[in-house]
């Protein structure tokens, strides 16, 4: 497999992450943004991350010059039609990514993979929308992209073996573990880690303890590098919200049934470090 150019849709937190991560394999990168304030908004992020890895001595000068010309951004979706690949990462809205999915089916290459990367959607919908069902996956990287080595693939019903084995090779090129997963809400990180935050905001709520004492109680007792609360904050809240309402949805769980103390700070715009305030106050850059 020789990768070539690789479209990514989507200038945010992920798909910013996503597209240092293979340009580092090497490859062309072509993301597309809403527009052009975010473009550039990306490409001031990523020189950010490249000078604190050559700071770092992570990387030297040289590579991280050429990674990043090996970035381009766009405002034109037609400008990701010649991609072997396009990564969707956009917000978590499957109606939203329908109609993307279906000018992404017009616009790119008929043999190219276009893939999701969702954290909980179905990605059968997605590829419904499209001519080439049995070209569509997901590829669930996680945030942050460059330094989490997880990446899910998601397999529906209407994948061929070849687009899974494109795939998987692509994300083990991009010095990621691969895991495929079944079409299921949730998938395995999200379906097993977001009952424990929304409990943990449970507890928040009950009283059982302060905010700041089961962070150090889950780190403390479980060994885990950060706390619930700290963790919703990283995430965001409103993409958490999101989540929990897609797993309920699907499973009908209680654990799944988002706590109201989670949705009020969502209508509050209390979204976490994205916004300088969640669980937690963050100073703003």
């Known amino acids: 497999m020789n990768l070539r150019t690789i479209g990514v849709l989507g200038s945010g937190i992920m798909g910013s992450g996503i597209a240092e991560v293979v340009a580092a394999t090497g490859a062309r990168v072509i993301v597309r ?10 490409l001031v992020g990523l020189d950010r991350s490249l ?5 770092r001595g992570t990387r030297d000068a040289a590579d991280a010059a050429a990674l990043h010309a090996r970035v381009s951004v766009t405002t034109d979706i037609a400008d990701l039609a010649d991609c072997e690949l396009v990564i969707e990462s956009v917000v978590e809205d499957m109606d939203v990514k ?20 969702t954290s909980t959607l179905s990605v059968i919908d997605l590829a419904m929308e499209t001519a080439r069902p049995e070209r569509v996956c997901g590829v669930h990287f996680f945030n942050p992209a460059p330094l989490m080595s997880l990446v899910e693939i998601v397999r529906p019903l209407s994948a061929s073996d070849e687009t899974i084995d494109y795939v998987v090779d692509f994300v083990t090129r991009c010095g990621k573990d691969a ?20 409990n ?3 507890l928040l709520e009950q009283g059982v ?3 700041e004492g089961i962070d150090v109680a889950m780190k ?3 060994g885990f590098p950060m706390g619930p609360f700290a963790l919703l904050d990283l995430v965001g809240l409103d993409t958490s919200l999101a989540i929990l309402e897609a797993l309920y949805s699907e499973f009908a769980d209680p654990n799944f049934a988002p706590v109201p103390t989670l949705r009020r700070m969502v209508t509050a715009g209390r979204l976490g470090r994205k916004t300088g305030r969640g669980f937690y106050d963050y100073p703003r850059r």
């Open 209 to 211: 303890a302060s905010m």
């Open 51 to 55: 000078a604190r890895q050559v700071e």
């Open 179 to 198: 895991v495929i997963v079944k079409d299921q809400a949730g998938f395995v990180v999200n379906a097993l880690l977001f009952p424990y935050l929304n």
């Open 98 to 117: 329908r109609v993307l999915f279906n000018e992404l089916d017009h616009v790119v290459r008929p043999d190219a993979i276009l893939a999701t990367n």
């Open 200 to 202: 943990a905001v449970r």
């Open 220 to 222: 403390g007792g479980c």
């Open 33 to 42: 943004s809403r527009n052009q304030a975010s473009a550039d908004a990306l």
